[in-house]
Every structure is written in C-alpha cells, then in structure tokens.
C-alpha cells in the first residue's frame, strides 16, 4: 500500500497500519522539504538500502525517527516518520517509489564517514540494546554509510533518532543483532575499535 499525497500540511498526521500491511505516505511540506512515513513488515535492515537510494535521487534525511515494535525480530513491524530535503539536482519526492528502494537491496558504498564525537553504552531499551550516539559533518549519505559500517558487525538498529543541527548530524541508534539478539561484550568491543578510527572506511 502507498499513499502520494501533494497537498501543504504543516504537521503529518498518523498512519493507521493493518496487521502485516506495509507501506509509505509522502507529503509535500514545501517545495524542497517532505514528510516521508513508512510502516510495517520492512524487515531488518530496510534503513541502509533506503538511505542509498535517496542519495542517489539527490535527497537525504534532515530528521525523524524509526521504531520496531514487539521483541526485535526482523519481522515484527515498523514506523517510521522522517523529514526528507532536496539537494540540486534531485528527484522529486512524491515521484519515488520508497518500497522499491527497499528491495533494491544495499549497494556498496566507498563514501568514508567521519565522526566527531561518539558514545557507546548499554541500554535496557527494547529488551536491552546497545546505545550509540554519533556526531559527525552533515553530508549525503552520513546515515547509510553508519549503518552499512554496522552490518558489518552484524548490528542493526531497532530505534533511531536522526537530527541535523547547524553543527553537523546528531544522530542516535539503539542497536541489537541482525538475528533480534543482544548483542555480546566481543560486539561492543568490535564496533568501538571501529569507532575509534574516527574515519570509517
């Protein structure tokens, strides 16, 4: 199911999902800023693909948020509601398909990410999780590039918080295994040695 709507909505309203429903809503706020809401089934790791398909129609991700519901299995549904921005050249927005992104599946990315800052803790969020917050400069494909570093450890978010401040991406993730796992002491480990290199590649 997919929703195109064009109308200026200052604040987008909720989406009411039926049980194994997935699907999106795009909503023109101004002319170089949008309101994407996708929900549902998207499986585990929908983020990564998702973010390197806007990347390449020239968009990126100002703010939002993402959720899985239930336990953390890569089954149980989604929300998502973000804010999305037009860079120039682009694609326009309510023209994109963004279940299609999704199935597009993850291209590999040779973009380095560079970090500011970081912290790495536990949580007892969603069953306990691994809490990550990161700081870096804003530019295109900050996001995908983090998640597909942490793919690579076999760690994917199951919450996340994006913001985009005159400073640069603050962005925060609560992470748990690609198999809805908490993550073990080796995993944490492992991802802050990676994180200590500050430049990812």
């Given at each position: ?31 170089d800023r949008h ?140 992470l748990r295994t ?24």
């Open positions: 199911m997919w929703v195109r709507t064009t109308e200026h909505v200052p604040v987008l309203g909720g989406v009411a999902p039926r049980d194994g429903e997935r699907g999106f809503e795009v909503r023109r706020v101004s002319r309101l994407l809401t996708l929900w549902g089934g998207l499986g585990g790791r929908w983020a990564d693909p998702l973010c390197r398909g806007l990347a390449r129609a020239g968009l990126s991700i100002r703010s939002g948020y993402a959720v899985r519901h239930g336990s953390g299995e890569s089954w149980n549904p989604w929300h998502a509601r973000l804010e999305i921005v037009r860079e120039h050249p682009s694609t326009d927005p309510v023209l994109l398909d963004y279940l299609e992104l999704l199935a597009r599946g993850r291209a590999p990315s040779d973009t380095p990410i560079e970090l500011t800052d970081y912290s790495l803790s536990e949580s007892n969020v969603h069953g306990g999780s691994l809490f990550l917050e990161i700081r870096g400069p804003d530019r295109t494909g900050f996001l995908g590039g983090m998640l597909e570093r942490l793919s690579f450890l076999s760690l994917t978010p199951v919450e996340m918080r994006i913001e985009t401040r005159p400073d640069g991406v603050h962005d925060q993730l609560w690609q198999d809805g796992e908490l993550p073990k002491p080796r995993a944490r480990k492992l991802l802050a040695e990676v994180l200590d290199g500050r430049l990812l590649r």
